[in-house]
């Protein structure tokens, strides 16, 4: 829907002629409603910690001062919370940098199968610690993509990332090369990120790219989650021209497919 508004001072008689001009408010209306939404977000995100901040250094101040367990029990807290601001303004900075290269197509040729069996072993001191089974299924070929290296380092480690945090025992993720896929009309690499965890109420698939949207808020916060994640993987998956898809349901697991042109 598109409203109109006729901007007055800038109607002119020429010759007889009244030239008329109009903008389109509603999509700058639209644009300022959503800068002000996100500055209202990380506002809030930020003076959470802040203010739990705030309290532990009264209270170490006062009541803590002489009690030494009780001085080192909320140190370590007040690390914690500092560190979840610390990647807060972190993903908002990587967020700003793809927004600010998303025009640009990126150059470098890379093969996905060493690109993601070099990610997953990073990954795997993380899938150990949580006791999940991470795995690949790959072609023994290389599979090539047009594409830029960390930034898709970044893609598949917040969803490999998010499936080990969120899922259950076991995420699979699959390559598989597609000489043509039907929506980009164009030969394709299509990488899937599967866990069998309690999966997504499918109300939320819609939203789940949206800036600081998280479909179980408590449990994002607990496991220091800043719900900038899937917004920086979309920003950057877009920057490819290529896909996401998300299918999930309720205790279904989860499976994130991205699909990048090749
Ligand atoms: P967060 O920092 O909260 O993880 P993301 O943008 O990465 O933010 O993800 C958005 C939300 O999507 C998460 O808060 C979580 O509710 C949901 N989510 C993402 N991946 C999964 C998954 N594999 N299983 C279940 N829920 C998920």
């Known amino acids: 829907e598109v409203s109109l508004r006729y901007v007055p ?3 002119a008689v020429n010759g007889g002629a009244v030239l008329l001009c109009f903008t389109d408010v509603t999509e700058r209306e639209q644009a ?8 209202a977000n990380v506002s ?6 802040l203010t739990a901040l705030m309290g532990f250094i009264e209270t170490l101040r006062g009541a803590a001062r002489d009690d030494p367990a009780a001085r080192d029990r909320f140190l370590a807290i007040m690390e914690g919370e500092a560190s979840r601001m610390n990647r807060l303004v972190g993903d908002l900075l990587s967020l700003n940098r793809v927004e600010s290269a998303e025009r640009v197509r990126p150059k470098e040729k890379l093969d996905l199968t060493a690109h993601l069996t070099s990610t997953l072993k990073s990954m795997q001191p993380l899938a150990e ?24 380092q970044q893609v598949f480690t917040n969803l490999i990332e998010n499936a080990i ?3 259950g025992d076991q995420v699979r993720v699959v390559l598989t090369p597609m000489e043509r896929d039907p929506a980009l009309r164009a030969p394709a690499a299509r990488i899937q990120v599967i866990d069998n965890g309690p999966g997504i109420d499918p109300v939320h698939l ?10 179980d808020s408590h449990r994002s916060r607990e496991l220091g989650g ?3 994640g899937l917004a920086i993987v979309k920003h950057i998956i877009n920057r490819h021209r290529g896909r996401l898809r998300v299918e999930s349901d309720l205790g279904a697991g989860a499976s994130f497919t991205v699909i990048l042109p090749q």
């Open 9 to 11: 001072g800038i109607g």
């Open 32 to 39: 300022g409603q959503m800068r002000r939404d996100f500055v």
């Open 44 to 49: 809030h995100e930020l003076r959470t910690p």
């Open 129 to 152: 610690a949580g006791n999940v089974a991470l795995s690949l299924e790959a072609p023994d070929e290389p599979v090539h993509v047009t594409g830029d290296s960390d930034q898709l």
């Open 165 to 167: 945090k969120y899922g």
């Open 206 to 215: 819609p939203r789940l790219t949206e800036r600081f949207y998280r479909a």
């Open 226 to 228: 800043t719900g900038l």
